[in-house]
């Protein structure tokens, strides 16, 4: 599933390629994906002008000139298409298609239909069901280590499944957490209550860093994801644990020397650390 990193490359691309035109036609190839499409969506897209491009975790903002805002959520598989050619017929798996009298094109494909759209009212958008419980921006101000330390206090639950609880923290996934743990030198199965306020502060400090870096990257293109160019982001080269079980991460040599980056499961997802870097602790996850 696409990632913060991944969503804000996608929304900064349909921001340069559509901010200030004007939809044409909007049509759908379908009713709907995960949830239904809004009744007359076509219509209701149709003749409105694009005033702005946002992101809320994992979801893309368009807001339009009417007072209300396109919420996109790109799923397991989604993309978004950008072109200039608007006699471009709508290819397979593309469930929504906008054209602009500017004579842009912005198709969203989902093969595997997870992908969400709604139409609401701009102002109403942060009480959405699907935005209205989450928690504050890992790259805005809302997010720090007093707040993390706050969220972690008492709490028998691995760091690294705090951290995906989009209650605490919004629009962050596998990918970027597991390489904030290892460069904050944290197991990604110690208990979130024993981390103390130094160690808080570190984890804010890299998850600020691996998501910025990311996005600088364009984000990491696994399976589905690219770019609304088409061209691929390339930060899983950069990846320092992340799908790299039995090598040695930049800080050790891996085997024969070490054991190199291992990987274990939690809560049904792989998670990478180096065992020398990030060490487990009295206060871990049972993983027997």
């Not at 491009?53 to 959520?73: E, M, N, P, Q, S």
């Not at 989009?166 to 199965?189: D, K, M, T």
């Not at 991460?249 to 070490?258: F, Q």
């Amino acid at each position: 599933m696409p990632e913060l990193p991944e969503v804000e490359t996608v929304m900064r691309g349909m921001r340069l390629h559509l901010e200030g035109h004007k939809i044409a036609t909007a049509t759908t190839g379908r009713d709907g994906l995960r949830r239904p499409f809004p009744p007359g969506l076509g219509d209701s897209l149709r003749g409105r002008v694009i005033t702005r491009f946002g992101r809320r975790g994992k979801y893309i903002l368009v807001d339009l000139d009417d007072a209300r805002t396109l919420l996109v959520h790109l799923g397991m598989s989604g993309r978004i298409v950008l072109g200039s050619d608007i006699s471009t017929p709508a290819a397979r798996h593309e469930h929504l298609l906008i054209l602009t009298h500017q004579g842009a094109r912005c198709g969203l494909v989902d093969p595997r239909r997870f992908g969400v759209v709604d139409l609401v009212r701009t102002e109403d958008v942060g009480a959405h069901p699907l935005l209205a419980r989450m928690g504050p921006e890992p790259l805005g101000n809302g997010f720090d280590a007093v707040g993390l330390a706050r969220a972690a206090a008492g709490r028998r639950t691995p760091i690294k499944s705090l951290l995906l609880d989009q209650r605490v923290v919004a629009g962050l996934g596998n990918i970027y957490v597991s390489e904030a743990l290892f460069r904050a030198g944290i197991h990604p199965a110690r208990m979130a209550a024993s981390l103390d306020a130094a160690q808080c502060g570190a984890l804010v400090g890299s998850i600020r860093d691996v998501l910025t870096e990311a996005i600088a990257a364009g984000g990491s293109s696994l399976r589905d994801y690219v770019k609304p160019d088409g061209e691929l982001g390339y930060f899983q080269h950069a990846w320092r644990v992340y799908g790299r079980a039995g090598e040695g991460c930049p800080e050790c040599p891996g085997p024969p020397a070490c054991d190199g980056v291992m990987r274990i499961t939690q809560a049904g997802r792989s998670s990478f650390f180096c065992p020398m870097r990030q060490e487990v602790g009295a206060e871990a996850e049972d993983l027997s």
